[in-house]
């Protein structure tokens, strides 16, 4: 038996290259490891998934990760609420969790089929919002998200302040809407905190 399937790991191999357009490694390659300040931010948002974290609004989530977790935190002063989080990541293909992104009049909206004639629709509107990426799925086409201050239709309006988990479809992302990512850098040099909060 042992043999037998030996002998069918070039075909299979052969077989999978042909379908998936490319050469398969037999051993996979790991992930690379997060960053540290990455990691420690996506673990404090994942630790507080259904409680709210300081007053349940969006960024307070954001600021008090960035806290625990030692990275440099930045004014939120700016009058328009155009937040940075950190070191801007231009394309949300790299996305890694840890970071953090910002929205500004970003509606996913769409519809998929789920097993035999059932379809699931969503509609998710962020006019103005903050969330921790934690996961990141399909080359950055799905992006799971925890955050706070979020209503859901049908549910308790007292647990929109607690933070959950999302999953943002971003081929569902409606033209006009905005999603900035930045991913957490170390304190400047000086060891002084940008943050007046």
Request: charged share 20%.
């Amino acid at each position: 038996m042992a043999q037998a399937h030996r002998g069918l790991g070039p075909i299979l191999g052969a077989w999978l290259a042909f379908v998936l357009g490319g050469p398969v490694d037999a051993q996979t390659k790991a992930p690379a490891p997060l960053p540290p300040l990455n990691a420690a931010v996506a673990g404090f948002a994942r630790s507080h998934i259904g409680r709210p974290v300081g007053d349940g609004i969006c960024i307070t989530l954001a600021v008090e990760a960035l806290r625990a977790s030692g990275a440099q935190r930045f004014p939120l002063n700016d009058p328009t609420g155009e937040y940075v989080w950190g070191e801007p990541v231009p394309d949300l293909r790299d996305v890694l969790p840890g970071d953090i992104l910002q929205f500004r009049d970003a509606i996913f909206s769409g519809s998929r089929s789920v097993g035999d004639r059932g379809r699931v629709t969503w509609r998710d509107t962020y006019p103005h919002h903050t969330a921790i990426v934690v996961r990141t799925e399909e080359k950055g086409r799905l992006i799971t998200i925890c955050h706070q201050n979020v209503a859901v239709a049908g549910e308790d309006p007292a647990r929109a302040g607690q933070v959950r988990e999302a999953v943002l479809r971003m081929n569902s992302l409606q033209k006009g809407g905005q999603i900035r990512a930045y991913r957490p850098v170390a304190p400047d040099a000086t060891g002084a905190d940008s943050t007046p909060f």
